[in-house]
C-alpha cells in the first residue's frame, strides 16, 4: 500500500474534519500529494495539493478559507483540516499522486491515474 487515508465520519454542518494520508517516501519523494472527492453520482473533483516540501499549496475555491493542506515534517503523512463543512462537502475523499507531478497546481490540473488511496467517506448532516 503507497498512500492510505483515514480520518473521515460524520458530523454536523458547521463541524470538522482532519483526514490523513500516510505516502511511502520512496516512492512520493518530491511529488505533489492532494486530496480529490467525489459525491455520489458526480464526477471525481480536486479539493487541494500540497508539495512535497510543504512549502506550497493550492485550493479548489470550494476549499478556499475553509480546508487546510499541511505535510508532518517527516513528511510521510500530510493531512486536511476541514472546518465549517457544509452538506455540499459530502462524499468519498481520496488522497492521490501522479508521476512526474510536482506541483499542487499541476496536480490540481488533472485527474491522476498512478496513485490513489483507499477513499475515506465523509457525511455532512444539515
Known amino acids: ?9 460524520s458530523v454536523q454542518a458547521g463541524g470538522s474534519l ?7 517516501r520512496r516512492t512520493f519523494n518530491n511529488y505533489a500529494t492532494g486530496w ?11 479539493v487541494a495539493a500540497i508539495s512535497w516540501s510543504g512549502y506550497n499549496t493550492y485550493y479548489a475555491d470550494s476549499a478556499k478559507g ?13 493531512y ?26 499541476g496536480l490540481g490540473m488533472i485527474l491522476p491515474k498512478d496513485y490513489w488511496g ?5 457525511t455532512v448532516s444539515s
Open 66 to 78: 475553509r480546508f487546510t493542506i499541511s505535510r508532518d515534517p517527516a513528511k510521510t503523512t500530510f
Open 18 to 24: 482532519r483526514l490523513s494520508c500516510t505516502a511511502s
Open 36 to 46: 480529490f472527492r467525489q459525491a455520489p453520482g458526480k464526477e471525481r473533483e480536486f
Open 1 to 9: 500500500v503507497q498512500l492510505q487515508a483515514s480520518g473521515g465520519g
Open 80 to 105: 486536511l483540516q476541514m472546518d465549517n463543512l457544509t452538506p455540499e462537502d459530502s462524499g468519498v475523499y481520496y488522497c492521490a499522486a501522479e508521476e512526474g507531478i510536482t506541483t499542487p497546481q
Open 118 to 122: 483507499q477513499g475515506t467517506l465523509v
